[in-house]
């Protein structure tokens, strides 16, 4: 499997809008990724695409001051499971690194069995939840779980 990890750019968002329809119940739209990644301060990310330019994944996140969160993440279906969500955060984390980044936030639905496995697997630690935070399919509501990772001089990355 061949493919490079890049910086998103905002002619990523054609691409991006497509495979976040097809991930997210409420997606976010190519006007929507634009504006984000245009008009809010300090937001960058990463895509991962394969050498002929199809996106198979990409991370939006939002650096302040000393913090960063996860706006969002996306991997295609068919490409899960092979390493690519981990690299798009661990590309983040070095850039955060950089900054001088202290922690690196997100929020997941607790339900989301696939990507709490990721986060744990980076070291990512719960520290907060919101209560029915989400609603599902079935009008029923789900908690997003507040998780982070300290980067300091120790991580590994």
Excluded at 36 to 55: D, H, I, N, R, Y
Excluded at 59 to 74: F, G
Aim: hydrophobic share 40%; charged share 25%; proline share 1%.
């Amino acid at each position: 499997m061949n493919y490079k990890i890049a910086p998103f750019t905002v002619e990523t968002c054609v691409q991006a809008a497509i495979l976040h329809a097809s991930t997210f119940k409420r997606s976010w739209s190519e006007k929507e990724l634009k504006t984000v990644l245009l008009s809010t301060p300090g937001t960058f990310g990463f895509k991962a695409a394969s050498l002929q330019g199809e996106l198979w994944g990409f991370i939006l996140l939002q650096y302040v001051i000393d913090e960063a969160e996860i706006l969002t993440l996306s991997v295609s279906e068919s490409h899960r499971r092979q390493g690519i969500g981990t690299k798009l955060i661990k590309a983040a984390m070095k850039q955060l690194f950089v900054k001088k980044a202290k922690r690196l936030l997100l929020e997941v639905n607790q339900y989301n069995k696939e990507a709490l496995l990721l986060y744990k697997s980076l070291d990512f630690k719960t520290y907060g939840r919101r209560k029915n935070y989400y609603l599902l399919n079935d009008k029923k509501q789900a908690d997003a779980l507040l998780l982070e990772i300290k980067l300091n001089d120790e991580f590994n990355l």
